[in-house]
């Protein structure tokens, strides 16, 4: 079996793997650099830069931790920036590796489908190729969007791709939308020094999570001096000499260094040649796929933020694992019923399944169970104590059908709640087993156990 | 203990009214209860608040809670400094450690406050 992947990101190129380990025979073509948006212009280099940024803050704080300290501290955005581009190429190493232990063949280039059975690669440094397979798997993925509203120049007016490359901290960063990249952009900057106002057109940040979670979320932000302008449209940004000014339509001006548009993302489906494959596309220019993430063209598969769902790396590694194993004969599908999701603000977010407002809308009888890090010995000696955890689970089953946590390391600790969805284990579960002293997933625990109004260290209700 | 010029709401707040402003803090005991406060959210003004609702929230280093309105009115001053150094809470709860100041828009509403000796005697029932 032969099968031509187009794009290495986290989708394509965890694919290529999978299917080499099951015996196909796998070019992989990329017009960029192995790692996709996610390793080299999304997920690893903004918690790169989110790392400096913690350091720097954690500074902040030395002399409440015992540590005397003489001098100054500055973030020197040079260096956070090639540390940044190290953590990037070591684990594009990483994977050229793999591929090369693999036996996968990877064509550096634009790939572009001739016909429903070959792709014709228009190589970096070497003729055009054309690439022959039985089964292909379109991993295209996402760029951050752009509206005639919000003139990119890259330079005044930029999208979160740039924003991993300022040579200098701005003054002042005024950030339009309030979401996951908006919000984690948010912390690092002003972590890092800058003035920085956010603009939302939703009533709340990160609007997609629980309630409680945005609202804390909010408090974190302010205590950042972050301002969250909510409920406000961006009309116009122009770029002025005294830097960029943001027309909203409450009638106000505001003035910034540099503006951040962080309002969504458009799926790469342009010059791919779709046409000439017979792939259709969706309303959003994003490829349609059934269960199995075949295309219209049952040997074209999609997988990934191309195919217009969830944009998360981790559903597009999942799903490339499902297209490859069912390219060699298996019949799976995809489920997206448990997905855990991080959020990197500072404090960290994560969650799985159903937000306490979903559980509501669908009528569901529901009980909830919540409890505060600050409660813990482990996050008072960490120095890390803001933050919740809380559990959404059905009365009569006791089953967990959604948990939440913000606070410290909630992107690790959400999987614990995974697992036991996954596996459709009850908040007794976790209540009934024993946690470590002295952790931060004692908090798991005693929200579990709050679900049953039975939590140790939480005064009398 | 606690001074005998100011009204008290059960929910552990006073209030210092002088005309139409009426001055809000949280009293000695509740302070006493969160322990060390580490931070304040303190409301923006012009915020119209609700006798009995949420003005402000505390996190101390145990707890995470309400500052409840002991009357309804629009917020006209914040405590900036507390947003520095919460900690004067704990050390002047009826001093320089005041929360907010509200215009009051129903004098009646304090009527329903206790005084003093009520609230020690409150407090005391609370202790049991």
Known sequence: MKIAILGAGPGGYVAAIKAAQLGAEVTIIESTEVGGTCLNWGCIPTKTLLASAEVYAKTKELDSFGIDMSGSISPNMQKILERKNKVISTQVKGIRGLFKSWGVTLKEGRGTFISPGEIKVQMKDAPEETVTADAFIIATGSRPAQIPAFPFDGKNIISSTEALELKEIPKSLLIVGAGVIGCEFACIYSELGSEVTIVELMPRAVSTEDEAVSKLLEKELKKKKVKLITEIKVEKVEVKDDGVHVFLSNGKELVAEKVLVSIGRAFNTNGIGLENAGVSMGPRKEIPVNEKLQTNVPHIYAIGDVTGGILLAHIASKQGIIAAENIMGADKKFDSSVVPAAIFTSPEIGSVGLREHQAKEKGLDYKTGEFQFRALGKAHAMGEISGFIKIIAEKSSDKILGAHIIGPHASDLIHEFAVAMHGGLKVKDIAETIHAHPTLSEGLMEAAEDVHGAAIHMPKK | ?128
Do not use: C, F, R
């Open chain 2, 1 to 128: 203990m606690n001074p005998e010029d100011l009204k008290y709401h059960k929910e552990h707040t006073w209030v210092k009214v002088s005309g139409k402003k009426a001055t809000v803090g949280i009293t000695d005991y509740a302070q006493d209860a969160l322990g060390d406060i580490v931070y304040i959210d303190l409301p923006e003004p012009e915020t119209a608040v609700e006798a009995n609702s949420e003005l402000a929230e505390i996190e101390s280093t145990k707890a995470t809670s309400s500052v409840i309105s002991p009357v309804s009115g629009t917020v006209i001053e914040v405590n900036e400094n507390l947003s520095e150094s919460p900690e004067i809470i704990n050390e002047e709860p009826y001093g320089k450690g005041w929360v907010a100041v509200l215009e009051i828009e129903d004098a009646a509403e304090l009527d329903e406050l206790m005084d003093s000796t009520d609230y020690e005697k409150y407090v005391e029932e609370e202790a049991k």
